[in-house]
């Protein structure tokens, strides 16, 4: 059974900061992986999908990357602002399920302090 | 385009009572999928569609059923309420399966 862990559970940066979260997968037969932002009250957003072929993908100050073979992925956000505070979500599906199925871990609540 | 949206945004149900948790999506998607998120924890998956009159079980699907009559609409059933269904329930939708999946904004539902 795909577990998904997120690391570290909550984190509190100045402005301005540079910062990683991060997700660990433990099997390694992914289809994709995505990335999603959710705002207190609110749904998902997706921000990154990374398909199991390719190891990175940017959007504006994000980029997230992906080792398979490590059951890793990391989101950097470079020069955090206060409007980037929200809780970030990983997920996974796997090969045998053609990505139809999502796993998620619990989420990284990322606070920017002005 | 609206995206998804769901209906309503909040419910407070008594044990033993049914409801219908409604999602529609106006962006011709193929797939569409309900989770549920419990207080500090990830999404669960709790039923999935493939298309009209095709539908499957994901993680935890007991006490719930689903339909699919048409592309648009995948309402949520919950039968015989229980106080373990206390959760928020997200609908989301995808154009196909391993593409990025929308999210509506959410039903949060206590079951006293």
């Known amino acids: 059974k795909q577990e998904v862990t997120q690391i570290p559970a909550a984190l509190s940066v100045p402005e301005g900061e540079n910062l990683v979260l991060n997700c660990s997968f433990t099997?390694?037969?992914?289809?994709?992986l995505q990335w999603f932002r959710q705002d207190p009250g609110k749904g998902l957003t997706s921000l990154l999908l990374?398909?199991?072929?390719?190891r990175e993908q940017t959007s504006g100050r994000l980029n997230a990357s992906l080792d398979k073979s490590s059951g890793r992925s990391t989101l950097y956000i470079a020069a955090s602002q206060p409007g980037d505070s929200a809780t970030y979500l990983c997920a996974v599906s796997l090969k045998e399920t053609s990505g139809s199925r999502l796993t998620f871990g619990e989420g990284t609540q990322l606070t920017v302090n002005p | 385009n609206a995206g998804v949206t769901q209906t309503p945004k909040f419910r407070i149900l008594k044990i033993g009572q049914s409801m219908t948790l409604q999602c529609a999506q106006d962006?011709?998607?193929?797939?569409m999928y309900w989770y549920r998120q419990d207080p500090g924890m990830g999404l669960k998956l709790i039923y999935y569609s493939v298309g009209a009159g095709i539908t499957d079980k994901g993680e935890v699907p007991n006490g719930y059923n689903v339909s699919r009559s048409t592309t648009e609409d995948f309402p949520l059933r919950l039968e015989l309420a229980a106080p373990s269904q206390t959760s928020v329930y997200f609908c989301?939708?995808?154009?196909?399966?391993?593409?990025?999946?929308?999210f509506g904004p959410g039903t949060r539902l206590t079951v006293t």
């Open positions: 099997d390694s037969a992914i289809y994709n």
């Open positions: 990374i398909q199991s072929s390719q």
């Open positions: 989301a939708s995808s154009r196909m399966t391993g593409y990025e999946q929308y």
């Open positions: 962006m011709n998607h193929n797939y």
